[in-house]
């Protein structure tokens, strides 16, 4: 599986970003799907996630209530819907293919990142 994020850009706090995260390989669609995030000088950390059918989410809990994961198994593509930006989101963001979990060790599958600045 190759993992390609887009998106990523520069925003005034407040505003509202839509990362996109495209793959390609067969069985994607029973992939469950991370994002995470790296800022500088800071371990990468959980975000959220999706499961293969787009029912199962999850998020941290820095981000609830303001992100939103989804996917389109059609189009192998999972997104991260990003409102109410704040300038502590500012980071490299990664998406991911691995288990169901918020650890990076459990995802074995990784794209390049998608910088994300948040401007205050």
């Known amino acids: 599986v190759q993992l390609q994020a887009s998106g990523g850009g520069l925003v005034q706090a407040g505003g509202s970003l839509r990362l996109s995260c495209a793959a390609s390989?067969?069985?994607?669609?029973?992939?469950?799907v991370g994002w995470f995030r790296q800022a500088p000088g800071k371990e990468r950390e959980f975000v959220a996630r999706?499961?293969?059918?787009?029912?199962?989410?999850d998020y941290a809990d820095s981000v609830k209530g303001r992100f939103a994961v989804s996917r389109d198994n059609a189009k192998n593509t999972v997104y991260l819907q990003m409102n109410s930006l704040k300038p502590e989101d500012t980071a490299v963001y990664y998406c991911?293919?691995?288990?169901?979990?918020?650890?990076?060790?459990?995802?074995?599958?990784w794209g390049r990142g998608t910088q994300v600045t948040v401007s205050s």
């Open positions: 390989g067969r069985a994607f669609s029973t992939y469950n």
């Open positions: 991911a293919v691995g288990q169901a979990a918020r650890d990076t060790g459990r995802y074995n599958f």
């Open positions: 999706v499961g293969w059918g787009g029912s199962s989410t």
